[in-house]
C-alpha cells in the first residue's frame, strides 16, 4: 500500500479525482434516499443496494475469493467488523436519517468526520494527531453544529435535534471507524475481492433487520420505473464506483485528508437538492459550509 501523501506533496489530478468522485456519489445517494421515502423502506434499500450491488461484482471478484480465500479466513474478524461498519450499519443509518431530515443536513453532519476520525484514531488506535487536524477538525464541528441547531443556539441547550440528524451522527462515527481499519487493517487482498467480503458480510447482517422492516414493521416497495432507476443508481455510483475510488484515496493520501475532502459532500448536495427537490439552502447551511470549508483548508496542512 503507498505511503500517505505529505502536506508538501502536490496531489495529482488522478488523486484528486479519486478524492472528489466518492463525495460527488454520496451528495446524489442523498438525494435520492430523500426520493426514495414512501417508495422504498430505508433498510430495505440498503439491503437491495448492496444485495444487487453484490451479484454485480461477484463475476469479477469470485475466482479472488476463492485464490485468497486463506487469507479472507485469517482476517474474517476484521473483514466483519469493517462490512458492519459500513455496509450494515453507515449506509442504513444515512437512509434512515433522511425519513426526518434533508439531505443538505445530512450530509452537512457528515462532515463532522473529522473531529470523530480523531477521536477513533486517538482512543482505538493510538494515533498521534498534528495540531492543525485538531483546529480542522473543530472548525467542522462548528460548522455542524449551526447545522444541528438550524442556527438557533436554544436547541442545543434543550438538546431538541431531529431523529434523523442523530441517526446520522451515529452514521459518521461507524464511518470513522471503518476509515481507519482501511487505513491500518486492510487485509492483502485484490480490491475487488476485498469490497466482494465486506458486501457478503454486511447483506448477512442487513437481512433480519430487512425481514423485521417489511413483516413486523409491515412497510413495502411500491415499485415504479422510479423505484428501478433508485435501485440501479444506488447499486452501480455511489456503491462500487465510490468504494473503488474511495479505497484507493486512502491508500494515497492517507486516512485524515480524504476524509477532510468528504465534507465537500454537502456543496455537492445543496447544489443538487435546489436542481432536484427545490429544497433552497437557509442562512446556517451556508454559514456552516464556510466554517467546514476552513477546516479542509485547516486539516490539508498537516
Known amino acids: 500500500m503507498p505511503p500517505p501523501a505529505s502536506g508538501s506533496t502536490r496531489l495529482s489530478w488522478s488523486t484528486l479525482f479519486l478524492l472528489t468522485f466518492p463525495p460527488l456519489s454520496w451528495a446524489g445517494n442523498a438525494i435520492v434516499g430523500r426520493l426514495a421515502i414512501g417508495a422504498v423502506p430505508p433498510i430495505t ?3 437491495a443496494r448492496w444485495a444487487f450491488a453484490g451479484l454485480l461484482l461477484a463475476p469479477y471478484a ?11 479466513r485469517q482476517n474474517l474478524g476484521v473483514i466483519t467488523a469493517m462490512g458492519v461498519l459500513s455496509i450494515a450499519s453507515y449506509n442504513a443509518l444515512q437512509y ?12 452537512l453532519i457528515g462532515a463532522s468526520m473529522p473531529l470523530f476520525l480523531l477521536l477513533v484514531g486517538v482512543v482505538f488506535f493510538r494515533e498521534r494527531v ?12 462548528v460548522g455542524v453544529s449551526l447545522v444541528l441547531v438550524r442556527g438557533q443556539l436554544s436547541r442545543l441547550v ?12 451515529v452514521a459518521t462515527i461507524a464511518w470513522s471507524g471503518y476509515t481507519w481499519l482501511l487505513r491500518k487493517n486492510r487485509p492483502a487482498v485484490p480490491l475487488a475481492v476485498f469490497l466482494f467480503a465486506q458486501i457478503v458480510i454486511g447483506v448477512i447482517v442487513s437481512l433480519p433487520f430487512t425481514v423485521w422492516e417489511l413483516t413486523v414493521d409491515h412497510q413495502a416497495i411500491h415499485w415504479s420505473g422510479k423505484v428501478v432507476a433508485i435501485m440501479l443508481y444506488v447499486a452501480t455510483t455511489p456503491s462500487l464506483l ?6 484507493r484515496a486512502v491508500a494515497r493520501a492517507g486516512a485524515h485528508l480524504p476524509v477532510f475532502f468528504i465534507t465537500l459532500t454537502p456543496v455537492f448536495a445543496a447544489l443538487l437538492s435546489t436542481l432536484l427537490l427545490g429544497d433552497w439552502p437557509h442562512w446556517y447551511h451556508a454559514a456552516g459550509l464556510v466554517t467546514i470549508v476552513a477546516g479542509i483548508w ?5
Open 62 to 72: 469470485w475466482r479472488g475469493v476463492v485464490a485468497h480465500r486463506a487469507t479472507l
Open 96 to 107: 434512515l436519517a433522511l425519513t426526518t431530515s434533508s439531505p443538505i443536513n445530512v450530509t
Open 130 to 141: 498534528a495540531g492543525w487536524h485538531v483546529a480542522g477538525a473543530a472548525f467542522c464541528l
Open 242 to 247: 465510490a468504494y473503488f475510488a474511495w479505497d
Open 158 to 169: 434543550q438538546f431538541d435535534f431531529v431523529p434523523g440528524d442523530l441517526f446520522m451522527l
Open 45 to 47: 434499500l440498503n439491503f
Open 298 to 302: 485547516l486539516g490539508q496542512r498537516a
